[in-house]
């Protein structure tokens, strides 16, 4: 150590009672350090010992079947949902959020997975968009948000409590999320809207960047009437409060709807990360107090969840250390069950179980690693466009011909922030050789598409020898690396 200051600073003094002095008025340093770290750690760990002991609870996760095991071992999966109750605000809370007191709304906007792994490795926020069409286990298909409405509306219904009834919708919700992802949900975590508002205010707000003006002429419906309350200028504010609440459920207006809203979710909690991390409120036991006081009594927990460790690993989360991804899904849809019109998000089933082995470190698709990639003038490529450039569909197609791939279809779809190679199972070889000229590009197994399919994003990568295009591997048989298809929280951006 003290070589290292010598080094940095200027040659040491030749005279030992200098070199003494020095020394002795290092390790004072370094003694108040310490006694000023243990002191706040003290105040720290009494503020969290209050603060967890007032925590209400619900009911415990359902153990695994007898027999089974957990499939991620012992990786720790925390459920993680926003509901629209606003018991307890304060008059003037109520009418800084433009609401009454409805006393408890089941309305589910948010929910996420925090995935921990337990080597240490990075965290993994999962968002489940709220309009994804999936099976609710006992009561057939549903957009996802109805399986907390269903288990809390049967409780009620059955006299029980208002604590059990959300209990009730939370474990109707894991249930739902099991069995589309094959995970197992091990905790899980309810933050009520005005908690939400309460912690966005105890943090001084976050930065955040709209790529356009957001305000009640572009969020409305075809009367003008204004849903979210959002109004931003184009460019970085800093929100808090309604305006928080507003950035974050807004949906109506953005070019991808429910999906636009999870990125702004995933975002905003990126900003929130960082301005903790940057505001030192972690490591100041007085900002952590107020921020803790936020949260309160809007939240609700299962009974084994260890909020200390959850607080260390936000803290690791604080410093960059997470990820956030969504559910493979083929973005917005309307169907019509019954008859009746109705908009969702379709979930791209096939492609989950290759979502999840990549969460957990493993191959998306193990017979991949089998197959050798087939002759280009055997595979027929679908090309869509998922980004607003005119025209990249047809400038790759024509690339991929010049490269002897034959060319179906040339469209548009969905917005994509990932260029992917999606394939059917059984053209694995096929969609080797089209990957082997999209340098980065994911190869995702999926049942929704016919043949092998080039869904070019806004990560800019482009079939090789297209301007633009990412260059070539320098070195034959490298491997490409993977696009950057997640949110960052050291590189946020701006937003739609």
């Not at 809390?152 to 029980?160: D, I, M, P, R």
Request: aromatic letters at 6%; hydrophobic letters at 40%.
């Amino acid at each position: 150590m003290a070589n290292e200051v010598w080094d940095i600073t200027e040659p040491p003094a030749r005279r030992p009672d200098v070199r003494r002095r020095l020394r002795v008025g290092l390790r004072l340093t370094c003694a108040a350090l310490s006694f000023v770290i243990l002191i706040g750690s003290g105040l720290a760990w009494a503020t969290f010992q209050n603060f967890t002991n007032s925590v209400p609870h619900g009911a415990a996760v359902p153990a695994l079947a007898d027999g089974a095991t957990d499939p991620d071992g012992k990786d720790q999966n925390i459920l993680l949902v926003g509901n629209d109750s606003r018991a307890g605000a304060t008059a003037a809370e109520l009418k800084a959020l433009s609401t009454g007191n409805d006393g408890g709304s089941v309305n589910t906007d948010t929910m996420m997975v925090l995935h921990i792994p337990a080597n240490g490795s990075k965290a993994t926020i999962i968002s489940f968009p709220r309009d994804s069409w999936v099976s609710i286990p006992g009561h057939g298909k549903g957009k996802i948000n109805s399986a907390y409405g269903t288990g809390y509306s049967s409780a009620k219904g059955a006299g029980q409590s208002e604590t059990a009834a959300q209990s009730a919708g939370l474990i109707q919700t894991i249930k739902t999320i099991d069995a589309l992802t094959g995970l197992h949900v091990d905790h899980y975590m309810q933050v009520n809207l005005l908690g939400f508002y309460r912690i966005s205010n105890a943090i001084g707000g976050v930065a955040v960047c709209l790529l356009a003006a957001q305000n009640p002429n572009t969020d409305s419906d075809q009367f003008g009437r204004g849903y979210s309350g959002i109004n931003l200028p184009k460019g970085v504010s800093v929100i808090k409060g309604s305006q928080a609440l507003a950035f974050v459920r807004q949906r109506h207006g953005l070019p991808a709807g429910d999906l636009d809203r999870v990125r702004r979710q995933q975002y905003f909690l990126g900003a929130a990360f960082r301005r903790v991390t940057t505001a030192g409120v972690l490591l100041n036991p007085f900002k952590l107090h107020d921020l803790l006081n936020a949260v309160g009594s809007s939240l609700l927990t299962d009974p084994s969840l260890d909020l200390l460790a959850l607080a260390r690993e936000f803290q690791q989360m604080s410093a960059g250390k997470i990820t956030f991804k969504t559910i493979p899904n083929d973005g917005p849809q309307v169907i019509y069950p019954d008859g009746v019109e109705t908009a969702i998000v379709q979930v791209d089933t096939a492609a989950m179980a290759g979502f999840i082995r990549q969460l957990q470190d493993k191959p998306a698709d193990p017979g991949l690693a089998g197959v050798k990639a087939a002759d280009p003038a055997s595979v027929t490529v679908d090309v869509l466009n998922g980004t607003s450039t005119a025209g990249l569909a047809g400038h790759n197609a024509d690339q991929l011909r010049r490269l002897g791939f034959k060319v179906n279809a040339v469209d548009s779809t969905t917005a994509s922030a990932a260029t992917v190679v999606e394939y059917p199972n059984g053209k694995q070889a096929q969609a080797k050789a089209l990957g082997a000229v999209v340098t980065g590009a994911q190869l995702v197994q999926s049942s929704t598409v016919a043949r092998v399919t080039l869904v070019l994003g806004t990560d800019h990568l482009q079939v090789k020898g297209v301007p633009g295009s990412t260059p070539a591997p320098s070195r034959p048989g490298q491997p490409a690396k993977k696009p950057a298809v997640v949110t960052k929280t050291d590189d946020l951006g701006c937003i739609n």
